[in-house]
């Protein structure tokens, strides 16, 4: 048997696989977020070790699955954080992960050293705050003290696994959300880090995302329930790890649309894809030698868990379309929401953006605003859509995974916005804990390849456009991007 843990926004999921890395069942075990004004986001490192440990051993407890048939143990987790650690491999303070964006001035100085186009091609993202090297920056510059602590530097899921073997290590898939790692060479880039002004040396050794960085010790079996010597596979970020778990391995695979806290939309290539306005990045894939050009906004599921905080904090954003019956007929004409909660990544890459409704009337309830949030979503992936689109890559049928995907409600409306159709795979909300299952079982010989993710699920429904509705909506996505262009000089002004 497999566990397999990813790390992400709000909590840890544990999911128990067949050595095959078919899916038994999961548990979450949840940690709080520090969100404050001034862009800050942290979390407690502690917190996801406890995490991990509570929802290990509940997995097993529920299962009733004998500590000693685990084969093996693998990780998702967050990207575009940073975890930072003293020469013992304690955190230091606390990590800020991908949507805290106060080191907005950090960002500009790489631009401002690089060149925003040569830095987009060297690392296949832009220059910006949300990235790990930022926020390191950022630390060295206002908590000093804090910073000449600091030895190392890394992603979440590399803290937890170098918990559990003593060994810190990342893959390139995480690497590459780190604004740090030269994307084509597979390295570390020299000339961005010297601009950061930041020392190579704190940053991990890279490795193939199937490689089986140590065994469990005795001390972190003891804590984790897990028995020692069970072999650690460092996995990969969340992003490549969802593509894998939707099976989308090859560009032949189509493209999937994650709908978690942060939403984006992505694919498999063979080459990382190079949007001239820039709109898109391109992460490295756990498959050695393919890329996973994607499209996220920062504030995707967010935006409903938010709407659903404001408008039913009793229900939770799991059962906010439920609880508003009447939001599949809500006219929302003349009404958009800006889903900009957290600043912007794509298509915008601006950490001013902010969230804001446009165009309320007296009339407009709970099941307009609920309506309008989905839409908003929609709109903003349409963009990306588009980039895509124009680079070549068709966007006409797309896999939906993640949370939101559970919703018929938010998938008819992705599907008509975006004029494709929209399968819901069977397995959504542990698509990334299954592509870190099928790395664990590619890592430690269990399978033969990644191939095997293409048999863990399937499809369960489809989801077709409206001719109708898809002109209008293609009509009303000119307005929303107007909504956002007469917004944008004021952003900058309004605060955080």
């Excluded at 199937?210 to 984790?224: C, D, F, K, L």
Aim: proline share 5%; glycine share 10%; charged share 20%.
């Amino acid at each position: 048997m497999i566990i397999a843990h990813d790390l992400g926004t709000t909590g840890d999921k544990a999911s128990l696989h067949t050595d095959d890395g078919r899916l038994v069942t999961s548990v979450t075990a949840r940690y709080a977020t520090d969100f404050r004004a001034g862009g800050i986001a942290e979390q407690d490192p502690e917190a996801w070790w406890r995490a991990v440990c509570q929802a290990g051993r509940e997995l097993l407890t529920r299962t009733g699955t004998p500590p000693e048939r685990i084969s093996a143990i693998g990780f998702s987790g967050q990207m575009m954080g940073a975890v930072l650690l003293d020469s013992a491999h304690r955190p230091v303070r606390p990590a800020m992960i991908w949507a805290d964006h106060r080191s907005a001035e950090q960002a500009r100085k790489l631009v401002t050293t690089l060149g925003e186009e040569h830095a987009y091609r060297l690392l296949g993202h832009r220059a910006h705050p949300t990235y790990s090297l930022a926020k390191v920056m950022w630390v060295r510059d206002h908590e000093p003290d804090t910073f000449g602590r600091v030895a190392h530097v890394c992603l979440a899921k590399d803290h937890i696994v170098q918990r559990l073997t003593g060994t810190l290590v990342t893959d390139p898939s995480d690497a590459s959300s780190t604004n740090a790692f030269d994307q084509r060479a597979g390295t570390w880039s020299r000339a961005v880090l010297d601009a950061a002004d930041i020392d190579p040396g704190l940053l991990p050794e890279v490795v193939p995302s199937t490689t089986v960085v140590g065994p469990v010790r005795p001390q972190a079996a003891e804590e984790t329930g897990m028995p020692a010597g069970v072999p650690v596979v460092i996995g990969g970020g969340d992003g490549p790890l969802a593509a894998l778990g939707a099976g989308v391995l090859t560009p032949e695979d189509g493209a999937y649309a994650y709908l978690g806290s942060s939403s984006w939309i992505s694919m498999s290539a063979r080459q990382p894809l190079y949007d001239a306005a820039m709109r898109t990045m391109t992460f490295n894939h756990v498959l050695p030698g393919h890329y996973v050009p994607t499209a996220t906004m920062q504030a995707g599921g967010a935006s409903l868990e938010w709407i659903a905080e404001v408008l039913r904090p009793d229900d939770g954003s799991e059962r906010i379309i439920r609880t508003l019956a009447d939001i599949e007929d809500a006219d929302t004409t003349g009404l958009y929401f800006l889903p900009h909660l957290l600043g912007e990544r794509s298509p915008y890459w601006n950490a001013d953006a902010r969230g804001a409704f446009v165009g309320l009337s007296r009339h407009h309830g709970p099941a307009h605003l609920a309506r309008a949030v989905l839409e908003g979503v929609a709109f903003n992936l349409a963009t990306c859509v588009t980039a895509f689109r124009e680079a070549g890559h068709p966007v006409d049928r797309v896999d939906a995974i993640g949370g939101g995907a559970a919703s018929d409600t938010w998938l008819r409306i992705l599907a008509d916005v975006w004029g494709a159709r929209i399968h819901r795979r069977s397995i959504v909300e542990e698509a990334n804990s299954l592509g870190a299952a099928v790395t664990a079982a590619v890592g430690s010989g269990l399978v033969d390849g990644f191939e095997a993710a293409r048999g863990l699920s399937d499809v369960r429904a489809r989801f077709d456009p409206c001719a109708d509705r898809h002109r209008d909506y293609t009509a009303r996505h000119q307005e929303f991007l107007d909504a956002y262009r007469s917004l944008e000089p004021w952003f900058g002004r309004g605060g955080s």
